[in-house]
Each structure stands twice: as C-alpha cells, then as structure tokens.
T-cell receptor, first 114, second 114 residues
Framework: NAGVTQTPKFRVLKTGQSMTLLCAQD?????MYWYRQDPGMGLRLIHY???????AKGEVPDGYNVSRLKKQNFLLGLESAAPSQTSVYFC?????????????FGPGTRLTVT | AQSVTQLDSQVPVFEEAPVELRCNYS??????LFWYVQYPNQGLQLLLK??????LVESINGFEAEFNKSQTSFHLRKPSVHISDTAEYFC????????????FGKGTTLSVSS
C-alpha cells in the first residue's frame, strides 16, 4: 500500500495563478481532509469530505475549493493564488466509525506564492 | 467546540535526559486525545492515542502520555530521549461524536542534542 500520496511535492505560483493539488489514498477510506500548516500555527483544516461526492468547509476554507469525484481522490483547488496561501498542505484520510479518529497523512505539498 | 494548548513551542534537551511535552485541552464533551509526530520534511504520524480505559497510554518507541480528566491534560513523556526523537510533536483532540473534526495544537519542537 502506498497509503496517502500527494502531487506535486513542491510548487511555486505567481499571485493570481490557479492550481490543483491532488491527494490519493489506496486504503478505501471514506473520510478525507485537507490541512494547511504554517509556522507556529499547527495544522488547520481547510475542507473535508465524508464520502464520494460530498465536501464540507473546515476552519479556513476561504480561497480554496475541493472536489471528491472518486472515493480515492480528493482535490484541492486554488482559483486565484495569493501570497497568504504560501504554506505546506497536507492531505489525510480516515476510515468511518471506530477508525475515524486515526488520520493517515500524506507527505505534504510545499506551495510558495510570489 | 474543542481547543488544544501546547504550553511550550520549543523544548531543547540533551540526549538521554527525560522530557515532558505539555498539552492542555478544553471541551464541553467527552473527547479522544492524540499525539502526532512530524519528522523533518515528512507528514504527520500517529504516536499514541487515548480513547478510553487506562489513562496511561504508551507508544512503541518509549513515549507515554497520561490522560488527566480533572486537569484536562494529556502530557507526553519519555524517560530518556535519543537524537532520533528530534521532531515536532502535535497534540490533538477530537469529540467523540461522528463528524467532529480533529483539532491540533500549534506544536512543540523537540530538539535533542548530544
């Protein structure tokens, strides 16, 4: 099992550009999450999904959109990147029910917006 | 709603010394508690968890944490640290109801030197 993978690992964008971050998991997990990690801020939840075709807002959703067209994939989109979105982005997944408490994380995507 | 406070942002220690990373939480409902570890340039990995039962939980690499309900704390301890324990440690809390999010503290950087 590859677990949770993220593409790309690094990206530099100019202000106003758009991009999509891809998260894939091969553990058949129902739940998937997108976080951003900033120095001294811990991890903050951007959006999450409790199943294929469903998404919900987290703590810091503004400026991001997500889609969950397939159970194994969760996409995070930035329509018009801003320097404030410079961050490390982590995807995670978890199983429902008793297993929902344990989240499995991808290796992260380091995004710089200039 | 839940919140997590990690009381120390950085903890420098010498190899083979004991260490305690402090975590306090607040919640109006019963919670699950977790410690995650992030090694440099990697994603987060679950270190240990408290779900129910014994208030003292242990990890495979010598860390332990004790759930103290009266003090709303979940401090992480290790009696003798190694250089390889150098990492960032995140305390996290999750409400027991389905659909509640995992809330992370801001992290504590443990630096072990020889």
């Amino acid at each position: 099992n590859a677990g949770v993978t993220q593409t790309p690992k690094f990206r530099v964008l100019k202000t106003g550009q758009s991009m999509t971050l891809l998260c894939a998991q091969d553990m058949n997990h129902e739940y998937m999450y997108w976080y951003r990690q900033d120095p001294g801020m811990g991890l903050r939840l951007i959006h999450y999904s409790v199943g294929e075709g469903t998404t919900a807002k987290g703590e810091v959703p503004d400026g991001y959109n997500v889609s969950r067209l397939k159970k194994q994939n969760f996409l995070l989109g930035l329509e018009s990147a801003a320097p404030s979105q410079t961050s490390v982005y982590f995807c995670a997944s978890s199983a429902p029910g008793q297993g929902a408490y344990e989240q499995y994380f991808g290796p992260g995507t380091r995004l710089t917006v200039t | 709603a839940q919140s997590v406070t990690q009381l120390d942002s950085q903890v420098p220690v010498f190899e083979e010394a004991p260490v305690e990373l402090r975590c306090n939480y607040s919640s109006s409902v019963s919670v699950y508690l977790f410690w995650y570890v992030q090694y440099p340039n990697q994603g987060l990995q679950l270190l240990l968890k408290y779900l129910s039962g014994s208030t003292l939980v242990e990890s495979i690499n010598g860390f332990e944490a004790e759930f103290n309900k009266s003090q709303t704390s979940f401090h992480l301890r290790k009696p003798s640290v190694h250089i390889s324990d150098t990492a960032e440690y995140f305390c996290a809390v999750k409400g027991r109801e389905a659909g509640t999010a995992l809330i992370f503290g801001k992290g504590t950087t443990l630096s072990v030197s020889s």
